[in-house]
């Protein structure tokens, strides 16, 4: 039976989402001195030999009817397990084939997605033993605690031992290891929140002010897991995290959705956050202070500290399941078959508010992410048109972004070319419609040797490439070129900047704010037939450029030294 409760989560709850745009770039001399730092590592730059993008290039108007289609009220939000659902991949489906496409998934276009939807029916509060001193902590003023295990019978901890474990981290790249000596089965661990770079400031440690993989809280989740803890609690402090309590509580109080099959990762019984607040007096009646223990936990010379307290605490879901699909397209190559470069976008955005009559509630998604979904049409027609390239390309539709990066998540663990095959991942969300733009954000800036082919296109436009501006958000793990990345292939996510070639930097950070605040998740973000695509053009033959030369090409990219990456790369194709 299709799911057809996964039509609406809140706003805040959707913070993993990498579709948020940035709201500030760079200025020019910080734009120089982080282009400088790049080329300085790129040896192959100057030897990219770009290829021409065919013909005229992106057809505007095709692009334009295929975001005005897929925005339309008739797909109702694109909500997975729904019409919108069926009406959307129809459409890929369609639309792949009439480009002469073939089926990327055996002799189909769709590769199944088991999903489930886990709904919190009874949740305790979390009831502390602590020296004969019984108190508990209560939702949602000081924790809220669920579980991501399927199935309906209740779920938790009885008289588990509060361990500090710092930022719960293992990365042999760094040298570091919060569990060493630990043994934490059946324990319940307390962690901090992002990694020790952002912690210190030290460029020298971890990635800096740039979050890594490590300071995600969903590695911190799946780490404390294979460590055998039976609970988590991840200590919440904004800056940090980069969004406040009010987001933590609306995100983990709805729905959560899992895959049909349970993943890849061990899940815990428990998983929770508390408040800074919450720490600072849970460490207090342990006699020690949190400040301190999280100065300590700074280096890699940390020890993980007993809390001296027992945790007990229950949860119970309800649970209901379905199916989507990701759209699989493929052009196999000519002599490289076997080797594959992806194309990515989410097609799947929040569906309709049923309490809202008529169209006033469905949630559109025309730039997140109809704009995405309608470039694979006119980069796949784009590769038609050049000619068959050496190696196959893969044009890959994913269902459930907006609902944790499962569809793609779901290829990687199930995938048509295997980890160590896939040169690289290109992915597209939430494009710009900026209009013509002097530069080019990468997100996740200084990953990997894809940077260089992209930067030798971006001066042939002359343009300037860009990092991020709020690196320290993780905006890199929050779309769906992620799950390809933490599989340990190189991914690229780069889109067109807010510095107008004709209005200036003012103009284009006004045109973004005003996204952010008026339309970002909202039933406002719908098709505008004004939009000005100018920029978007020359953004897609950047994209294209960097894939075909790929595709034509021998290189396989590599994680720069010291991506938390690199090693599980390294391991695929020694």
């Known amino acids: 039976m299709m799911m057809r409760k996964l039509l609406l989560l809140a706003l805040s709850a959707l913070f993993l989402a990498a579709c948020q745009p940035s709201e500030d770039v760079p200025g020019p001399s910080d734009i120089v001195a982080e282009s400088d730092a790049v080329l300085e590592q790129a040896e192959q730059v100057d030897e990219v030999d770009l290829p021409e993008v065919p013909g005229d290039g992106i057809d505007v108007e095709r692009y334009r009817s295929h975001v005005r289609t897929l925005a339309s009220d008739e797909f109702e939000g694109r909500a997975p397990g729904t019409r919108g659902d069926?009406?959307?991949?129809?459409?890929?489906?369609?639309?792949?084939?009439?480009?002469?496409?073939?089926?990327?998934?055996?002799?189909?276009?769709?590769?199944?997605?088991?999903?489930v939807e886990l709904t919190n029916e009874m949740r305790s509060d979390i009831a502390i033993e602590h020296n004969g001193d019984a108190y508990s902590l209560t939702y949602p003023e000081q924790m809220i605690i669920g579980t991501r295990r399927l199935g309906t019978e209740p779920q938790g901890i009885e008289d588990s031992e509060l361990v500090f474990v710092g930022y719960g981290i293992v990365a042999p790249e760094y040298d570091w290891n919060d569990y060493e000596g630990l043994d934490v089965e059946g324990k319940t661990v307390v962690i901090l929140v992002n990694d020790p770079g952002y912690a210190t400031g030290d460029e020298n440690l971890f990635n800096g002010n740039a979050m890594t993989y490590y300071g995600r809280w969903t590695y911190k989740y799946?780490?404390?897991?294979?460590?055998?803890?039976?609970?988590?609690?991840?200590?919440?402090?904004?800056?940090?995290?980069?969004?406040?309590?009010?987001?933590?509580?609306?995100?983990?109080?709805?729905?959560?959705?899992?895959?049909?099959n349970g993943g890849d990762e061990p899940v815990m019984?428990?998983?929770?956050?508390?408040?800074?607040?919450?720490?600072?007096?849970?460490?207090?009646?342990?006699?020690?202070?949190?400040?301190?223990?999280?100065?300590?936990?700074?280096?890699?010379?940390?020890?993980?500290?007993?809390?001296?307290?027992?945790?007990?605490?229950?949860?119970?879901?309800?649970?209901?399941?379905g199916q989507s699909y990701n759209v699989l397209a493929t052009i196999p190559g000519s002599t490289r078959p076997e080797e594959a470069i992806v194309y990515m976008a989410h097609w799947d955005h929040l569906g309709r508010n049923m309490a809202i009559p008529g169209s006033a509630g469905i949630y559109n998604g025309a730039i997140d992410n109809a704009s995405g979904t309608a470039a694979l049409f006119e980069i796949a027609r784009l590769y038609q048109e050049a000619g068959q390239p050496e190696r196959s390309v893969l044009f890959l539709a994913v269902t459930l972004e907006e609902y944790g990066l499962l569809g793609s998540r779901y290829y990687v663990n199930n995938p048509v070319f295997p980890a160590a095959q896939t040169v690289a991942a290109i992915n597209m969300d939430a494009l710009s419609f900026v209009g013509p733009t002097h530069d080019v954000v990468v997100v996740g800036y200084g990953s990997s040797e894809l940077e260089e082919i992209l930067d030798r296109a971006v001066q042939a436009q002359d343009r300037v490439m860009v990092p991020e501006p709020t690196p320290e958000a993780g905006f890199y793990y929050r779309s769906d070129h992620f799950n390809f990345a933490r599989g340990g292939i190189p991914a690229l996510y780069a889109k067109g900047g807010v510095d107008h070639r004709e209005h200036g930097r003012e103009y284009g950070l006004q045109q973004q704010a005003d996204y952010t605040a008026n339309r970002y998740h909202r039933p406002a973000d719908e098709y505008d037939p004004d939009w000005d695509l100018r920029g978007l053009v020359e953004d897609l033959a950047l994209l294209y450029q960097v894939g075909r030369y790929l595709a034509d090409g021998d290189q396989w990219p590599e994680w720069y030294p010291g991506n938390e990456f690199r090693a599980m790369r390294e391991a695929q194709r020694p």
């Open 222 to 260: 799946e780490e404390a897991a294979r460590q055998g803890a039976a609970a988590a609690l991840i200590v919440h402090e904004t800056e940090p995290a980069s969004y406040g309590w009010e987001v933590v509580i609306n995100s983990w109080s709805g729905a959560q959705f899992e895959l049909g």
């Open 86 to 115: 069926r009406l959307t991949v129809n459409y890929l489906v369609r639309q792949f084939s009439e480009l002469g496409l073939e089926p990327g998934y055996g002799d189909s276009f769709l590769q199944p997605v088991p999903m």
């Open 269 to 321: 019984a428990l998983e929770g956050w508390i408040t800074r607040d919450t720490a600072e007096d849970l460490f207090a009646r342990a006699g020690l202070d949190f400040d301190e223990q999280k100065t300590r936990a700074e280096t890699n010379a940390f020890t993980p500290v007993s809390l001296g307290g027992m945790a007990t605490a229950k949860v119970r879901n309800s649970q209901r399941e």
